[in-house]
């Protein structure tokens, strides 16, 4: 299986249950792992072939600006349809990741699309 990875990426969302919690944008962490629909092998060097991360990770921080949500398991989903509809990923993994209670490193929701 060929994937591609992208670690850590920091991205800003108004999130949360509580009225009070979306007032302010909130940082979160995104993990995310992509298979496209080549194999690495019959890419032959030609990054029109693969999935730009660099446009990845522009759409998904868009996509998390973008309006107000109660959870990150909805970011989550969302993420990882546009993953797969817009960046034609065979399949793909989301992780989201939000600081939210101060006697835990973090919360976090993973999801699993497949196209």
């Given at each position: ?25 909130q ?28 446009a ?14 109660h ?18 990923a ?7 990741r ?18």
């Amino acid at each position: 299986m060929n994937e591609i990875w992208i670690k850590s990426l920091k991205i800003h969302s108004q999130i949360g249950v509580e009225e009070a919690e979306r007032a302010e944008l909130q940082e979160l962490q995104v993990d995310l792992c992509i298979q496209p629909s080549a194999p690495f092998p019959y890419m032959n060097d030609d990054v029109m072939r693969t999935i730009d991360y660099a446009a990845v990770s522009g759409r998904v921080r868009a996509l998390a600006s973008e309006g107000p949500r109660h959870l990150i398991e909805t970011l989550a989903a969302d993420i990882a349809r546009l993953l797969v509809d817009e960046f034609h990923a065979v399949a793909v993994t989301v992780e989201v990741r939000k600081f939210a209670l101060p006697e835990a490193d973090y919360v976090a929701v993973r999801c699993r699309l497949e196209r």
